[in-house]
């Protein structure tokens, strides 16, 4: 499972361990991870201690969070190798191409890599998967919510208030409630139904975050076409565009 991305961040983490796992069918009992700053809360005897938001993530998904040792390379050469194969045998698109673009390549990419008989395994690694799966836990009905989540109702300016800052919805909800998320300086804001309306990125108190595309389109200027009063009027305008 290979993937691009443009950041670090915790949620960006979450969201690509979450398609792994959607992609494997299943989740690992163990994930062992790099010591991401987005993941490590901190360190004690040299035992990294997961952020709490990370801790609510593998609980969700049922899995033991571990973490590779520090300056071991034996302890994660695994994937390092396969960091290194990919960026040597992936096909690369240009440099200034969209992120979706790349990763619809590594998705290419890995349905052939994946499907060839591995050199060292000598199977096909799809194919392995599919005898394996069963070992995997289940995966859970929906993806967790990553953040701070608080519920508010959308009033009659087609906004919410959160953190004394305010954020523009779809005019739609007005008078609907709506679950706002908070994390990593960003806010999404989902319907009933768990569908994303609206993302902003937050604004300090008594600030406010407006989306145009969240509002109705403007009615059209009133009619500015002259009218005639007199005969003289008419007479004149029957000219057409001369007059």
């Known amino acids: 499972f290979v993937r691009f991305a443009t950041n670090e961040t915790a949620a960006t983490t979450f969201g690509m361990l979450a398609e792994c796992f959607e992609v494997l069918g299943g989740v690992p009992r163990v994930v062992l991870a790099d010591r991401m700053g987005c993941l490590k809360g901190g360190v004690v005897a040299n035992v990294v201690i ?40 992936l096909p690369r698109p240009d440099e200034r191409a969209e992120l979706d673009v790349w990763n619809e390549g590594a998705k290419l990419w890995c349905a052939e890599v994946n499907a060839a008989v591995h050199s060292e395994i000598c199977a096909v690694p799809a194919e392995r998967l599919d005898i394996e799966r069963p070992l995997l836990t289940e995966l859970p009905t929906l993806r967790p919510r990553i953040g701070h989540v608080e519920l508010r109702k959308v009033d009659k300016l087609s ?58 389109t403007a009615r059209r200027p009133p009619s500015r076409a002259p009218r005639a009063r007199t005969d003289t009027e008419r007479a004149f305008l029957e000219l057409g565009e001369a007059a």
């Open 50 to 89: 997961p952020t709490p938001d990370y801790v609510r993530f593998a609980t969700h998904y049922r899995f033991s969070p571990d973490f590779c040792h520090a300056h071991d390379p034996e302890s994660k050469g695994i994937v390092e190798h396969l960091v290194g194969y990919s960026k040597r045998d």
């Open 159 to 216: 906004t919410i208030r959160l953190a004394s800052a305010r954020y523009s919805v779809p005019h739609q909800l007005v008078g609907r409630q709506v679950e706002a998320v908070t994390y990593d300086s960003q806010v999404s804001v989902y319907d009933a139904d768990g569908v994303l309306v609206a993302r902003h990125g937050q604004v300090g108190p008594g600030e406010v975050s407006i989306l145009d595309e969240h509002y109705p």
